[in-house]
Each structure stands twice: as structure tokens, then as C-alpha cells.
């Protein structure tokens, strides 16, 4: 069954609150995304995509690899490379038709590895045994 959603920049922004922003807004906007460092992880990656010029639609997680090439970023703890790309991004995210759909699979993606890594500390922590009983 084909789950695939005709999809637009126009409805992906449908519901958020309209603002009118201006040059003078970019500190109010910077001081804004301190509150949530991993969206500065998303603006970044989108102004890489824009930059190395991604076009839509993104039929697989690999297309995004391939347009990073060689290139690795470490980003609030996060690093960004080819294998970790198509990991992190799930086959059934795709395809993309537009940058909003982007800027929402790598939200998805940096809360998945930020998931496992917590999964992964506990993991650890029920693994430990406690130290032996000392008797007297």
C-alpha cells in the first residue's frame, strides 16, 4: 500500500502562527534558537542542501548522502557524514517534494540518534552489576 502524501511547502507551513520578520529580527531569531541548539543543526544542514544545490524531489536517504560527499560536520554533538546520513534517515521518510519536508526528516533524524544514544546509556547502566557485598 502506497502511504505517499501529495504534499506542498504551502500545507507543510499550514497551523504555525504567521510572524513578520525583518533584518532587524535576526538577533531575537538567533537568541530564539539557543533555546533549541539541534534547530541551529537544522538550519545549518538546509543551508548546506541550498547551497550545494538539492533539488526535489529526494526520492532516498542516499541522494543526501551523495550531495555531502566526502564532507563531515561535527554539529552540537551530532556528527554528519555519508554512513551516518543513511542511517539515521528512514527509508519511509521519503520521498521529499519540497525543503520543509527536508528540514523535517532531519528534525526526526537528529531525535532518533539522540534516542538511541539515551537507549544506549541505559543499556550500559542496567548492564553494570553492583559491587559485591562486603562481609566482615
Not at 67 to 82: C, T
Request: hydrophobic content about 40%; glycine content about 6%.
Amino acid at each position: 500500500m502506497d502511504l505517499r502524501v501529495n504534499s506542498s511547502i504551502e500545507g507543510w507551513r499550514t497551523g504555525v502562527l504567521e510572524l513578520r520578520l525583518d533584518p532587524a529580527d535576526l538577533d531575537l531569531i538567533d537568541s530564539v534558537l539557543c533555546l533549541q541548539p539541534e534547530l541551529r543543526v537544522v538550519i545549518f544542514l538546509g543551508q548546506e542542501s541550498r547551497r550545494r544545490g538539492l533539488s526535489y524531489p529526494v526520492e532516498r536517504p542516499e541522494q543526501l548522502a551523495e550531495l555531502i560527499g566526502d564532507s563531515a560536520f561535527d554539529l552540537a554533538g551530532h556528527r554528519v557524514d555519508r554512513k551516518t546520513m543513511i542511517r539515521a534517515l528512514a527509508e519511509q521518510w521519503f520521498p521529499l517534494t519540497h525543503e520543509g519536508e527536508l528540514l523535517s526528516v532531519i528534525c526526526l533524524a537528529l531525535h532518533r540518534c539522540r534516542a538511541e544514544a539515551v537507549e544506549k546509556r541505559l543499556d550500559a547502566i542496567r548492564d553494570k552489576k553492583p559491587p559485591p557485598n562486603k562481609t566482615r
